[in-house]
């Protein structure tokens, strides 16, 4: 095989010229996808590693390796796409983010999600964009700071689709990291966050191209930001529909009488047309897609039979796991693409002095609202395991320190055409952009695992004590919101339930979350299925799981 494979490297120039170029392509990053399974998994132990780092070291010896051999032309198999990154690549690993949730402890934290992940995005646009948001004319600080460096010709809109680039965090490579069983607080509120906050960003970056710049006034600030409202709310909404739409198709149908293939690629059909239709209504389809999960997982998951439950569990997971570790395998790669540092050849300090500034506004930006809005969550909560304490505070700053593969495609779209650039200025930006990309997740992914069992260290039995939903893969069997009867039971002799009125005024959520289960259990799931109403037909999952309770 090594043989073989030094074959096809030594060969690769006159191979890029033939038609047979994109077998060998593909072959050869197919095989790589493999190893970073092997190696992730001989590491899976390791304290500091993780798949994403694996990945990513793989990337990069590789893109060596093909850089010497095609005589400095090339280091890497496939062109990059920003299209194929939105349209392929990032769907499944959102839709199983929401499909895989624990809708619990994600809803219990909600407020504080949102709190973090919108207007925590916005203040870290802010100050990326701004610095200290101080504007002089047309002119931010940033852009006097960025120009003395002479870096290039670029203007405010740039500078501020610098901001929405490096305000999204990797998700990815943060929620590898933690265990939601260890630390389900903490796992909720980073996971919560970097999928809103991914959504927030690519919305925050649409709406700056969609919006002429160069006059900047307060009727432009004004629709910026109801575009941006606007954008939010409706692709939340067309999510949860797209989620409905198929519970209500599967339950109506039911497929699985007759074939649990249907019921299966009908769910992944549904799914993935959740995205498209955001993309198709220029709305923020990372967003949808989410939502649509979290929908799916509640409702749909529970019409089809039990082999289609398995099945899909287990196949949005995996789609998920390779659509991650080929990002990660090609942004490797990518780090040294000779077209884009030949332009900072002739000055590397400027590439260095750049990236330093932007990693260092990214750790200023989340500092300025991780620790201000926690203090203010904390102000609404009365219990000390529902408090952010100052632990978790750090490890919720340095754990969304890290950027990935969605900052490395909105700097692409930005200022690439096709995956290439001419231009000095950008240039610049795309070779920080990966300077940053990389730094954060190599240094500050490896640092987490040691960070977090420094800071947490959790005794397992209090764990599992205070855990609020049961472990894989029984969780996908709770309801949305939670059906808190069975984990609250374990809880009070620890925390003393509060009067209704004190609940209301302190806790509001527990109520809209008693609330809800009413309007959930005599309106929702009767039309649209779920778990205790999907009609009994033999050989469904509620008439197998009558005769278990006879």
């Known amino acids: 095989m090594g043989v073989g494979l030094g074959y096809l490297l030594t060969n690769m120039a006159t191979l890029s010229t033939s038609d047979h170029a994109p077998v060998v392509s593909i072959t050869l990053f197919v095989t790589l996808l493999c190893a970073c399974i092997v190696i992730g998994h001989l590491l899976e132990e390791n304290r500091w590693m993780n798949e994403s780092i694996t990945a990513l ?53 909600f407020m504080t999600i949102m709190l973090f992940a919108a207007i925590g995005t916005l203040i870290s646009f802010a100050i990326i964009s701004f610095v200290d948001c101080c504007v002089a004319g047309r002119e931010t600080c940033a852009m006097k700071f960025f120009k003395k460096m002479n870096i290039g010709s670029l203007d405010i809109a740039d500078y501020l689709a ?10 990815v490579c943060t929620l590898q990291v933690l ?30 191209q969609s919006f002429d710049l160069s006059h900047i006034n307060s009727s432009i600030i004004l629709q910026f930001v109801g575009s941006f409202l606007y954008l939010f709310f409706t692709s939340t909404m067309l999510g949860v529909v797209a989620g409905l739409l198929s519970a209500y198709i599967i339950k109506k ?50 019409n089809v039979t039990e082999s289609s439950r398995i099945t899909t569990k287990h196949a949005f997971a995996t789609l998920s796991f390779v659509c991650e570790i080929s990002i990660f395998l090609y942004v490797g790669m990518d780090a040294l693409d000779i077209e884009k540092w030949k332009f900072v050849s002739d000055s590397p300090g400027t590439s260095v002095g750049v990236s330093s500034i932007l990693l260092g506004l990214v750790m200023l930006g989340r500092a300025a609202f991780v620790f201000p809005l926690s203090f203010l969550s904390n102000l609404t909560k009365k219990t ?107 809880l009070v002799q620890i925390i003393r339930r509060p009067t209704s009125l004190r609940m209301l005024l302190a806790t509001p959520s527990h109520t809209v979350h008693y609330y809800w289960r009413k309007f959930d259990n005599a309106f929702m799931r009767p039309v649209f299925g779920g778990r205790g109403f999907v009609p009994v037909v033999p050989g469904t999952p509620v008439d197998q799981s009558a005769y278990q309770l006879r």
Request: with cysteine; proline share 4%; net charge neutral.
């Open 179 to 208: 265990n939601q069983d260890e630390t389900p607080l903490l796992y909720s509120l980073v996971f919560g966050e970097g999928v809103v906050n991914d959504a927030t960003s690519v919305v925050l970056f649409n709406a700056i």
């Open 57 to 109: 070291l793989i990337g990069l010896c590789t893109g060596t390796v093909i850089l010497l051999v095609s005589g400095g032309k090339s280091s890497h198999l496939l062109v990059f796409s920003e299209d194929f990154f939105f349209i392929y690549l990032l769907p499944p690993i959102i839709f199983n983010a929401g499909f895989q949730v624990k809708k619990k402890q994600f809803f219990r934290n």
């Open 253 to 302: 149908l039911y497929f699985g009488r007759h074939s649990t293939d249907r019921e299966v690629a009908l769910m992944m059909l549904m799914a993935y047309l959740s995205y498209m239709l955001g993309e198709l209504f220029y709305l923020s389809a990372i967003l949808t897609v989410f939502f649509c999960g979290i929908v799916m997982s509640h409702y749909t998951w529970h």
């Open 162 to 171: 610098i901001g929405a680039i490096f305000s999204a965090t990797d998700s």
């Open 384 to 490: 000390t395991y529902e408090k952010i304490e100052i632990k978790k505070q750090v490890t919720i700053w340095w754990a969304g320190l890290m950027r990935g593969a969605v900052s490395m495609a909105l700097a692409y779209n930005q200022f690439t055409r096709a995956g290439h650039t001419q231009l000095r200025g950008n240039a610049i930006m795309i070779t920080s952009t990966i300077t940053v990309v990389l730094f954060s997740t190599m240094v500050f992914g490896l640092m987490t695992k040691p960070l977090v069992r420094l800071l947490l260290p959790s005794p397992k039995n209090l764990t599992r004590t205070l855990s609020s939903e049961p472990t894989t893969p029984k969780f996908l069997t709770e309801p949305l919101l939670g059906n808190e009867q069975d984990s609250e039971a374990g």
